[in-house]
């Protein structure tokens, strides 16, 4: 009966180190499409930018860059690149309820979120674990700020790898 038992928490065992890692890699993609959506961004902000300059030029009168951004479906930022702008007005400690309000008023298209507010909680929470942001608590409520000292990794690094090397730095 023992070994029924020590069989089957050795397959849970495995079946969680193989969930472990598909999590890991799923985390690893995921922080590439962020990077890649991000590096969107910019290339579309420097075209809405060329495009301003261009129709000065031709005589092309735009009221602004709204009014460009909405001729294009592509001027909406998507969640995490919202808070970012958001953050970047903060000099001050600022709550996830602040940084919705702010996001709001920058007329972050809130319509696709059941709950907004969680949604920037777990982003917030992500943003500080990878150092771009700072976390305390003020007045018993999570606060973030932008970490002046943050520089993106270049490298991003799967678990196998981080593994080994924490494996190899034993021997």
Known sequence: MMDKYRATLKAAAQDRDALLEQRSQLLDEQELVADR?????????RLEETILSLSRLCGVELATMRTLRSM??????GLTQAIREA?????AWVTAMDVRRRMLENKFDDG???????????????????????SAEVEGKTAYKINPDFEPKIERMGMPTVRRRMYDDLK
């Open 112 to 134: 696709k979120y059941d709950n907004l507010l969680a949604n920037i909680h777990v982003t917030l929470k992500r943003l500080a674990k990878s150092g771009e942001l700072l």
């Open 72 to 77: 294009s479906s592509l001027g909406r930022y």
């Open 87 to 91: 953050m970047k007005s903060e000099t």
């Open 37 to 45: 959506l991000e590096e969107t961004d910019k290339q579309i902000k």
